[in-house]
């Protein structure tokens, strides 16, 4: 496992207490899981995703990543309707662990409420709120 | 007592070792209030040879062959088992291991259940099979839960012919869920009326027996495209799995789940358990199904391997939200029936499934012949129907005297079906014995 | 350690079923075609199965060699925490293959089968005096049948007295199959934390239990090994509130003829014969998961029940309130006739003795290995102890390495990362059947392995060497699962 000061967190993504990060792209936001959650999930060799056109309230659970020997629920951080997903997952799931942030994106939302974004952590505060785990 | 292995001074020296005075005291932590007051109340203890005796004795209190000459199938059949199948199934190091989560020191088992998947998938024309169910109902009960998770409807539709303990356990499953479950009626040929199919909107499967209870082949083709028009899933069931060796198999006639009872290949009857539930299904399910499943891999070294896999479907990981509650099933039968399908072959299931069916054929015949009716004409693997002329129980009960089962009494399970018997030959059964049968129905 | 039973064998390969044989050959005597050849509609004869075509000596030789990459109870000692690994008794296969049980059909008159239905019905009377229970069903064919069946019985309970429960409570110490369990009665699993000592607090549940919940599925003994010593307490609370007690009997080794279930509070529970009463686990089952109640619940049993009148036994349907049928038949009756031979070679005083010798074994482990493992729970224990890797974290050694080394030892690693309660968990169940001499060498084994995490840990990495295989890829086989061939 990484220690805290190894792990890759970009400055231009938000960040949920779930782990999972945000990208601002336009109308819509990808979202997909810190290296953090990566690493402590370990080689994930399952994801599961929602179809497109679903619509989902802040904190629902929109999918699942497997590892061998352990199921992790996802949580959406946003509200929206999901308009597009990852689907180089289903056969490399392994991007997830190799590429969190490019390669390994999981969804694209269409916010509901483009005001719950500035509910998001900016890396600084994910990283103390890691630190704070320790 | 030969399997306690302490001396007096091995428990001497433990209890030192541990601190405790007595044996006694090593229960300590159990409040006063939680002890037990009074001896159990148990026959005591016998020597093996005793054992022998008292076992052989209850043993012989139960009809078997070739004392008796038992033709009821139903769910149960009987079939030789090579000796070389029993010897190898007693093998002690497949017998006394546990459940192969340390792959390096059970790719014995691991090995063995892969190649019984891939059996199974062959035989039931299907693409993946689990590592076995505990028997054939809770199969179908299993596979039909799964429809549901997986086509997220919440009714199936079951047909009447489908054996009705299986239909009755089922039930048991659905109780508490509130799954609701039709039954389809049968027509007068002894086969599932699937006519009604086509006004049913929002079922997750149709479930449907091939061979059926009454030894039937029903028209699966023709029911899985009209439940498929419906995206409703066919569950094809069966008791007798012999019968795919002659007869086409149900994932080549569109099965989208084949569930049944594997006793049929290398297992004793032993008074209906343990048996095996066969499951398989298509790739595209396989993260529904319940259930065990290996698959291969390689070692660091790079060398070929099995493993447990695709785990996070079951109980232990996903918890409450597993595919099943299902932990250990019934794999030393999967193993048994792995060993009987190697020694078959190809070759030989057919020409195995071909004299089952040219024995039945030939009693039927002589049934009809001697001027009794078989109400259901078409055709059947091992099993049949017979109507008998009134009075039928007297004829029943003058074949037992005679220490000859004359099949399975049908009214108990179809109240229309008065006088009505189901009857099983397999390749156990000669010409003669048949002929002294219907002699002595006949009579 | 010099005198390690684990060694390289010989160990020879062996191909796939389907990589031998030639078409053709047959390992099966068929009988012969006394009867004429019958038609057959084309339109249903389908191609038969794929099957490779093999003699009997190829099936021989596959499966023997097959069987030597195994290891079972009868190779060594396999010291499985929960699993109650002891040893299988030969006179119970022996039994199991006389010929009136092996051939005997399940749908016959009963009149025929009064053998069988003998057994059945004195076993459920020996299994309900072991556990102070009141009536026993044989059905359930497995332990998860069995809570299934437990389950079940809870649901059929409530909805008969008209009401409608959706909880049930389960402690972080029991089972892990019972939330799945649980939701097949559409149960939602309310977690309950164990108390620092390892056990459930009274205040714990009285927090947790309401009208809402049906029940609790408490495992006692507990998978730390420990007595669930305020049970009485915590059932007069579920009581109190109209729920249930449920007793995962997975552990019911470690209190044969001490602990009365029935007296302290457990209204239904089941026990796993593949475990406590020495039938063999066949590398995954079959098993068998009698579920026993108390008389409240007796209504509520499986069906067929088994009925004694006059020395004569029936099967009886007539129990409008039972929960149905759970298997085909009666369930495994296999197993039960090896259940009933442990049972009366034993007879009380040696079960009793056995629950006893399988304590004492565990905490005769537990005081020998505290030194070098860690010992998160440091408390007399029952019929297993639960380490961790806690004091090899330093050296970047895990419960997995140490276990994977013991095999080159020649011992079955133990339950390992279970339970969840503690982090990298070395679960030992030793049962009562390993000798001193035996469970002396397992110690010695794991306290040469934690040297040589010190000493030399990549030996310990790198184990085991000594099996048929190395470690496996378990990601690469979950990844592109690859289960057929």
């Known amino acids: 496992m990484k220690e805290i000061d190894e792990l890759n967190l970009p400055e231009d993504l938000n960040y949920a207490e779930d782990h999972e990060w945000v990208l601002r792209d336009g109308d819509t936001v990808k979202i997909g899981i810190s290296d953090y959650a990566q690493d402590q999930l370990g080689d994930i060799v399952f994801v599961e995703l929602p179809e497109v056109g679903a619509v989902f309230n802040k904190g629902d659970e929109f999918g699942t990543v497997e590892s061998v020997k352990a199921v992790s629920e996802l949580y959406i951080p946003i509200s929206g309707e999901i308009t597009g997903i990852n689907k180089s997952l289903e056969d490399s799931p392994e991007l997830v662990n190799t590429d969190p942030y490019k390669n390994g994106w999981m969804v694209q939302v269409k916010p509901g409420n483009p005001d719950e974004l500035n509910e998001l952590m900016n890396r600084n505060a994910y990283l103390e709120m890691l630190k704070g785990m320790e | 007592m030969r399997y306690l292995p302490h001396t007096e001074e091995d428990i001497k020296e433990m209890l030192q070792t541990v601190g405790s005075e007595s044996l006694d005291a090593l229960f300590s932590m159990i409040p006063e209030n939680c002890r037990r007051s009074e001896d159990m109340n148990l026959p005591e203890s016998l020597t093996e040879w005793e054992l022998d005796k008292l076992m052989e004795n209850l043993s012989n209190d139960i009809a078997a062959s070739p004392e008796y000459k038992s033709f009821v199938g139903a769910g149960s059949y009987e079939h030789y088992i090579p000796a070389s199948a029993q010897y190898l199934l007693s093998r002690s190091e497949f017998v006394t291991s546990y459940t192969p989560y340390q792959p390096e020191m059970t790719q014995g088992t691991l090995q063995a259940i892969y190649e019984y998947q891939t059996l199974v998938s062959r035989l039931l024309g299907m693409e993946v099979a689990n590592a076995s169910i505990y028997d054939g109902a809770s199969a179908l009960a299993e596979a039909l839960l799964m429809s549901i998770r997986i086509t997220r409807k919440n009714k199936v539709a079951v047909s009447q012919l489908v054996h009705p303990l299986y239909r009755q356990v089922i039930k048991t499953y659905f109780k508490p869920s509130g799954y609701e479950i039709v039954e389809l009626p049968y027509l007068e040929s002894g086969l599932t009326d699937i006519s009604g199919l086509k006004d049913l909107e929002d079922f997750a499967a149709v479930a449907v027996q091939s061979p059926n209870f009454f030894g039937c082949i029903e028209d699966l083709h023709t029911v899985g495209e009209m439940a498929h028009e419906k995206k409703t899933l066919l569950v094809a069931a069966f008791t007798e799995p012999l019968a795919f060796g002659l007869f086409k198999s149900p994932g080549s006639l569109g099965a989208d789940i084949a569930c049944g009872e594997g006793q049929s290949l290398g297992i004793p009857q032993a008074f209906g358990g343990p048996a095996l539930g066969l499951f398989a299904g298509k790739l595209k399910y396989v993260r529904h199904m319940p259930g065990r499943l290996v698959g291969e891999t390689v070692d660091r070294g790079g060398k070929r391997g099995y493993v447990l896999t695709l785990a996070t479907r079951e109980q232990h990981i996903r918890r409450e939200k597993a595919t099943s509650n299902i932990c250990t099933n019934n794999s030393l039968c999967a193993l048994a029936s792995a060993m009987y399908m190697a020694s078959t072959g190809g070759t030989g299931i057919r020409s195995l499934a071909r004299l089952n069916y040219d024995k039945s054929e030939y009693l039927k015949s002589a049934f009809r012949n001697a001027g009794i009716g078989i109400p259901f004409e078409g055709a059947t693997f091992n099993e049949f129907v017979v109507k008998l002329s009134g009075g039928s129980r007297k004829a029943y009960d003058r074949l037992l005297k005679k220490k000859i089962i004359a099949g399975l009494d049908l009214a108990p399970y179809y109240s229309e079906l008065e006088n009505h018997y189901l009857f099983c030959v397999t390749e156990t059964k000669s010409r003669a014995e048949m002929d002294r049968l219907v002699q002595e129905m006949t009579s | ?485």
């Open chain 3, 1 to 485: 350690m010099n005198n390690a039973i684990g060694t390289t064998g010989l160990i020879l390969n062996e191909p796939l079923l389907w990589e031998k044989g030639k078409r053709g050959r047959c390992g099966i005597s068929i009988p012969k075609q006394d009867v004429p050849s019958a038609d057959i509609a084309p339109s249903l004869s389908g191609e038969g199965p794929d099957f490779p075509d093999l003699s009997e000596v190829d099936v021989v030789r596959h499966y023997t060699r097959l069987s030597q990459w195994n290891f079972g109870v009868d190779t060594g000692m396999y010291p499985l925490g929960s699993c109650t690994m002891k040893y299988n008794p030969k006179t119970n296969e022996r039994q199991t293959q006389l010929k009136g049980f092996a051939q005997a059909h399940p749908l016959l008159p009963t009149e025929l089968s009064q053998g069988a239905l003998k057994l059945m019905y004195e076993l459920e009377k020996y299994l309900a005096e072991i556990t102070g229970m009141d009536a026993v069903s044989l059905q359930p064919a497995a332990g998860a049948h069995g809570e299934l069946a437990g389950m079940l019985i809870i649901h059929a309970y409530h909805t008969n007295k008209g009401t409608n429960r959706s909880k049930i409570l389960i402690p972080d110490t029991a089972h892990g199959t019972n939330p799945a369990s649980a939701a097949l009665c559409g149960y939602k699993s309310v977690p309950v934390k164990s108390s620092e000592q390892g056990v459930l607090s009274k205040e714990s549940i009285e927090a947790a239990m309401d009208e809402e919940t049906a029940g609790i599925m408490v495992t006692n003994p507990n998978t730390l090994g420990l007595f669930e010593e305020n049970i009485i307490a915590i059932s007069e609370i579920v009581h109190a509130k109209g729920g249930l007690v449920y007793c995962d009997g997975a552990n019911m080794n470690a209190v044969m003829g001490i602990v009365n279930m029935g007296d302290i509070g457990v209204d239904v529970m089941h026990l796993n014969l593949h475990k406590t009463f020495s039938t063999p686990h066949g590398g995954g089952g079959p098993g068998s998961g009698p579920v026993c109640v108390k008389k409240h619940l007796e209504p509520f049993l499986p069906v067929p029940r088994i009925i004694e009148d006059n020395g004569q036994y029936v099967f009886s349907e007539d129990f409008p309130e039972s929960i149905g049928k759970l298997h085909a038949f009666y369930g495994n009756f296999g197993v039960m006739i090896k259940c009933y031979s442990y049972i009366r070679s034993m007879g009380a005083a040696n079960l009793k003795r056995a629950s006893q010798l399988a304590v004492l074994n565990a905490n005769y482990i537990k005081e020998k290995l505290k030194d070098v493992l860690h010992l998160p729970y440091d408390r007399p224990c029952m019929h297993e102890c639960v380490f961790s890797d806690k004091h090899q974290k330093s050296d970047k050694i895990t419960t997995l390495d140490m276990v994977k080394r013991l095999m080159d030892y020649g011992f079955h690693p133990p339950t390992i990362y279970f339970p969840l309660v503690v982090n990298g968990a070395i679960m030992i169940e030793p049962t009562e059947t390993e000798s001193r001499e035996d469970i002396d060498l397992l110690i010695d084994a794991f306290k040469a392995i934690v040297e040589e995490a010190k000493t030399d840990p990549d030996k310990v990495r790198n184990a085991p060497t000594n099996c048929k295989v190395q470690r496996l890829d378990e990601t690469a086989a979950a990844r592109n699962p690859c289960l057929t061939g």
